[in-house]
């Protein structure tokens, strides 16, 4: 009797295509309003905390993708004032710090996509980054980083077709089982 809330903020989501790879979307909550700040996911968060509370029931919490978000101070600021995403690593660590232990208490699972960028000046360490800042890694129980590798093709009657992607993943943290190691799967 759980829940799967998903809440996009980029409006790329198909719903039609992930039907039809078997996706039950009509089980699935996307929500009617749309996420445009951090805080609009993190009030949303807070609702089914206490959803999950009043049903005693568990629920799977995705946020797509974290890097559209701003912060409501970002959205009143103009264009060339400020810096970008400035306040919004603070604002994660501030959330978190509120709502992780009810998450936890309520058996919600919150993934959270993000992507990687490249960080500059670096010689040695680690050479991506993500926005969200330490929080989200602080906060994680698992992290995993995808790669796109390449497509993979078939031949049907002469003609070479692809049928998918092949994907590296790699688990920089793990606290449930042992960490760093990465698979491969199409």
Not at 26 to 40: K, L, P
Not at 158 to 170: E, F, N, S, T
Request: aromatic residues 10%.
């Amino acid at each position: 009797n759980g829940k799967v809330w998903y809440r996009e903020a980029e409006a790329a989501f198909d719903k039609e295509y992930a039907a039809s790879i078997g996706m039950p979307v009509n089980r699935v909550d996307f929500g009617q309003r749309r996420f445009d700040t951090v805080e609009d996911i993190f009030e949303d968060m807070e609702k089914k905390i206490t959803w999950a509370k009043e049903n005693d029931a568990p629920g799977l919490y995705i946020i797509d993708s974290l890097d559209a978000l701003s912060d409501r101070e970002e959205q009143k600021r103009k264009i060339d004032t400020g810096t970008y995403g400035g306040n919004k690593p603070k604002k994660m660590g501030e959330l978190f710090r509120r709502l992780i232990r009810q998450l936890e208490e309520s058996h919600i699972c919150v993934i959270i996509i993000s992507q990687v960028r490249d960080k500059i000046g670096v010689t040695f360490g680690q050479k991506k980054t993500r926005s969200g800042g330490r929080a989200l890694n602080f906060y994680a129980s698992i992290i995993l980083y995808l790669s796109h590798l390449g497509a993979v093709y078939r031949t049907y009657h002469k003609q070479k077709r692809a049928i998918g992607v092949l994907v590296k993943v790699k688990c920089t943290k793990n606290k449930i089982t042992k960490p760093f190691r990465d698979c491969k799967f199409l």
